[in-house]
């Protein structure tokens, strides 16, 4: 969905201080279930007229079972280059009753006995039927008797929808700071790119010269041998695009994609080739740029980044195209600089 519409993807979490082995504390978890329980007509059918809420909730509970909060929040920043965390309790908050420590606990325990023997049977079938069913009254009964607890350590809904627009501002807008921890992974890298073989497409504008004459007298006296060192075609910048949309090509790090070149777009101030990227894995893969080009040459004075204005330019008269026909298709590997 990002690829094809250009959007950056932005997980956003409740903030929790977790545990070794789970990113999210037991007063995180009675929080969930006592929200759940309050809600009429979900559409998941994930409310209080649900007889195994309790079992869906510890279910969803177990998916980060083993990784720690500085794990969990270490990988998403990694995949997205992002985190935006919604805050849900309050730091002064006194500490969980012992009655919701003992059915959270409970309820664990005979989660782990019934997937060891039934792996993902739901709680309504296999040997703990009666087990779940006690257990699911138990919870509602306890989380009921501590209502007013529950409903103290909660932040204010209108603080929590404050702090992630913030959040997400900043996102947007680049101001984003990665944590310190992936600073070395992701804190010097400026954009990500297709890099291409030099020596093939210097082919191309050889072989491109000697069948048109437009491109020939255009390139006649480039030194394009001085300037066409490196090719890409640029995937993400972190100053227009911001961290986590360059983050978002992480996953496919070091892998091949086909490119096509199909035009040669060209003033007398710059040059560029119209590329069109292939797909890794069946996933297509889209620029954030808006036109996907190769720059192969600027004027003295002239920033790489102004042959975005080429196809703007070309609408105007003020450019000179020539279309490549049959295109050419290179292998280039996807790259962080």
């Known amino acids: 969905m990002c690829h094809s519409t250009r959007a950056s993807a932005v997980p956003v979490i409740p903030d929790s201080e ?28 994930l409310d209080k007229s649900s007889p195994n809420v309790g079992y869906v909730m510890l279910m969803f509970y177990h998916l980060y079972d083993g990784k720690s909060r500085k794990y969990f929040e270490d990988e998403l920043v990694e995949r997205f280059g992002s985190l935006v965390k919604i805050p849900l309790l309050k730091p002064d908050r006194s500490p969980l009753p012992a009655s919701l420590i003992s059915v959270l606990e409970e309820g664990l325990n005979l989660y782990n006995l019934h997937t060891k023997r039934h792996g993902r049977l739901e709680s309504n079938k296999g040997s703990y039927v009666q087990e779940w069913a006690k257990w699911e009254k138990k919870l509602r009964d306890t989380l009921s008797a501590n209502a007013e607890y529950l409903n103290s ?97 992480g996953l496919y790090l070091h892998r091949q994609v086909p490119v096509e070149l199909n035009a040669l777009l060209f003033t007398d101030k710059m040059a560029a080739l119209q590329a069109q990227l292939g797909s890794i894995d069946d996933e297509k893969i889209v620029s954030k740029n808006e036109w996907p080009h190769v720059t192969i040459w600027t004027g003295e004075g002239v920033p790489p980044k102004e042959a975005n204005t080429l196809p703007q330019l070309l609408s ?20 962080f600089y």
């Not at 191309?204 to 437009?214: A, F």
């Not at 006296?221 to 490196?230: G, S």
């Not at 105007?316 to 790259?335: D, M, Q, R, Y």
């Open 18 to 45: 977790g545990t070794d082995s789970n990113p999210f504390a037991l007063d995180a978890l009675a929080v969930f279930m006592f929200r759940v329980l309050q809600r009429d007509n979900h559409p998941g059918n």
């Open 153 to 249: 350590i909660q932040v204010p809904f209108k603080f929590a929808v404050q702090q992630v627009s913030e959040q997400l501002r900043k996102i947007a807008k680049g101001d984003y700071t990665i944590p310190s921890t992936e600073k070395r992974k992701l804190g010097t890298v400026v954009f990500a790119a297709v890099d291409l073989p030099v020596a093939e497409i210097q082919g191309l504008l050889n072989k491109l010269s000697g069948m048109n004459s437009k491109a020939e007298a255009f390139l006649e006296d480039k030194p394009m041998d001085n300037f066409l060192r490196k090719a890409h075609v640029t995937l993400a910048h972190k100053k227009s695009h911001g961290v986590s949309a360059v983050a978002s090509y």
């Open 316 to 335: 105007e008269g003020k450019a000179t195209v020539v279309e490549i026909n049959p295109p050419l298709t290179v292998s280039g590997t996807v790259e």
